[in-house]
């Protein structure tokens, strides 16, 4: 029976993950792996919420920045690449800490994943760009023709659950829900999990700050510099796309403003209901201590 552990905190965006996660990795003198798919990319820092550079002093973080938004990086580069570091880690830890808000890369790391066939390569940037052209709407219909079971059941909001989906069953011929459920989860470790919660005006007041903060770091003249990308899959996300938006002319800056808050409420929301699939989670209330961390964990 293995005695390693890894010890996962999620939350929605904003919830206090990375403070959490470095109190309790600095209590227990080990290192932290971060699965916010959002953080991977070095180009994108503001928009991101990446941990500032004396948080990432304090104690040894993993997968932060690592890739360039010009690198195609799937779920399954990174449980693969997770996996590796988990089993170097393990050698000198017997615990480690698993942090971020993108329950799709967690999961696929702590419970393992289906096995899918591969894409043709062209159909990603062909559904980017009808996405860019014509709205979610189209891929929502897409969808629905070519894998119905998949559409009823899919975050229809999100483009890039469809996107996956579609150059899944484009390029296989075949259903994306087709191939789900053969997955088969790591024996080397056990998992806990930890689900930082708040009520929900504070969480959305707590967003607004965020977004507010992230404006006068520069969030603004970073997406500008990032306009000529705006196609590429890392950057199809909240804080990005908006701003985007805005230097078409789809509206003016203060809107922009307004609709990255709205969406990134519209986000927290979702991963609240992605998180509350975690029926044995731990569930800490609002800026608990790591002393209550550690007493949920039975450390």
């Not at 709205?135 to 559409?151: F, K, S």
């Not at 069953?169 to 056990?190: M, R, V």
């Not at 404006?215 to 990308?229: D, F, K, S, T, V």
């Amino acid at each position: 029976m293995t005695h390693s552990k890894l010890i996962y905190i999620a939350g929605p965006t904003a919830s206090g993950k990375t403070t959490a996660a470095i109190a309790l990795a600095q209590a227990l003198n080990t290192e932290i792996i971060s699965c916010d798919a959002r953080q991977f990319y070095r180009e994108m820092k503001i928009g991101t919420a990446v941990p500032s550079p004396e948080e990432l002093q304090l104690i040894p973080h993993h997968f932060i920045q690592q890739r360039s938004i010009h690198e195609p990086y799937t779920v399954g580069d990174y449980r693969e690449e997770a996996l590796a570091m988990l089993r170097t880690l393990f050698k000198n830890h017997d615990t480690l800490i698993l942090v971020g808000g993108s329950g799709m890369f967690a999961d696929a790391l702590i419970d393992g994943m289906d096995v899918f066939p591969t894409v043709d390569p062209m159909v990603r940037p062909q559904l980017n760009a009808i996405y860019q052209q014509e709205g979610i709407e189209v891929l929502q219909d897409l969808l629905r023709q070519h894998d119905l079971a998949h559409y009823q059941r899919v975050d229809r909001q999100n483009p890039q659950r469809l996107i996956r989906a579609l150059e899944v069953s484009l390029s296989a011929g075949q259903p994306y829900s087709s191939f789900l459920g053969k997955k088969a989860a790591p024996d080397f470790f056990t998992t806990e999990k930890i689900v930082l919660e708040w009520d929900r005006p504070t969480l959305y007041a707590r967003i607004n700050e965020r977004v507010d903060q992230m404006i006068a770091q520069g969030l603004e003249e970073e997406a500008r510099g990032l306009m000529e990308h705006r196609a590429l899959n890392a950057l199809q996300t909240v804080g990005y796309r908006e701003w985007f938006a805005h230097f078409d002319g789809s509206f003016d800056r203060e809107t922009a403003i307004e609709e990255i808050k709205k969406n990134s409420r519209r986000y927290a929301k979702r991963q609240i209901t992605w998180f509350r699939r975690y029926k044995k989670a731990h569930r800490i209330e609002c800026g608990a201590s790591v002393k209550t961390l550690i007493s949920a964990l039975k450390l």
